[in-house]
């Protein structure tokens, strides 16, 4: 999932129904090339929390393609 984050062409928005923390939501290819979408907060200048990771439905995987 780790590598989904670092996928150039991977699509990220905010997730505006988070009301704890500003999360981020990106769909992208993991080095696996499974299309994943993760769910993350960040933390700091230089920390993510994974927050979760699953398979992209086919809806997010249409607005991948």
Do not use: C, F, K, Q
């Not at 907060?41 to 393609?65: N, W």
């Amino acid at each position: 999932a780790a590598t989904v984050l670092l996928n150039p062409v991977a699509l990220a928005r905010e997730d505006h129904s988070s009301r704890d923390e500003p999360r981020w939501v990106i769909v992208g290819m993991s080095e696996r090339a499974r299309l994943l979408t993760v769910v993350y907060a960040l933390r700091g200048a230089d920390r993510i929390r994974l927050i979760s990771a699953r398979t992209a439905t086919r809806s997010e995987a249409g607005e991948y393609a």
